[in-house]
């Protein structure tokens, strides 16, 4: 058939045919081309996703911080972020921590400051009392004379035997007792939330019988007597 066709057909059914070889190969490099950008794509779509994950959010929240008296303040500005994790470092290291309004010394709720820049955030401290050896305390009933004074020693009128730290936290209240005047007192004490009562006795002291003793002295004389007139009876 080519055979019939003059050389220009020939040529141009050549040509032809190149033109549509080089649009199939074209065809195939443009498709890989086109899917390579697709695997990029994802690529950096996912470290997009891993760098916003990452990101922190340099909020700062203080925290409410809580500790027993006399114990010392942390200088950990660390100690006293909520979120710690969520700041960069560069900006922690950029804060300043105030706690001159805290007195660990007294119980109470006070506050403590954070500035960063020109921002200062207010924080809540609270010093709580420490907590008491838990004990049932027995009161002692006593006797005394009018006149006695009262023992300002706390153990002189409770049973169990008492540490310095729980004589410290006992209040003792003898108002009530009238040491002047013969009768039956109450007396009071109060240790970590609870009262205890307990009696005090004054009484009078006994006088002595004047009149037995004076018949005492007559017998003595009487019996005197009697042996100095045996004796002169005698000589």
């Known amino acids: 058939m080519l055979k019939k066709l003059s050389q220009k057909q020939k040529y141009i059914i050549v040509a032809a045919t190149a033109i549509w070889g080089v649009i199939f190969i074209g065809s195939g490099i443009t498709m890989t081309f086109m899917d390579t950008p697709v695997t990029e794509t994802k690529t950096e779509l996912k470290i997009t996703q891993k760098r916003v994950a990452n990101m922190k959010s340099n909020e700062i929240r203080l925290k409410n ?51 960063y820049n020109k921002k200062t955030f207010n924080g809540t401290f609270t010093i709580k009392e420490k907590p008491l050896p838990d004990m049932v305390l027995t009161l002692k009933n006593l ?49 970590n939330g609870r009262l205890y009562t307990g009696t005090i006795t004054i009484f009078e002291p006994q006088k002595p019988n004047t009149s037995t003793d004076q018949n005492d002295t007559d017998q003595n004389q009487d019996e005197n007597e009697k042996h100095k007139n045996e004796n002169t009876e005698e000589k």
Do not use: C, F, R
């Open 65 to 115: 911080m809580e500790q027993e008296i006399n114990q010392p303040l942390s200088v950990n500005i660390k100690d006293y972020l909520e979120n710690v994790d969520d700041i960069d470092e560069n900006i922690i290291n950029k804060l300043q921590l105030d706690t001159s309004m805290v007195n660990v010394n007294q119980a109470g709720d006070y506050t403590y400051t954070v500035k």
């Open 143 to 191: 006797d005394l004379e009018v006149g006695t004074a009262l023992s300002t020693d706390i153990q002189t009128y409770i049973t169990e035997a008492l540490t310095d730290e729980v004589k410290q936290n006992i209040k003792l209240n003898l108002t009530n007792v009238n040491t002047a005047q013969a009768g039956n007192y109450q007396y009071t004490v109060t240790y």
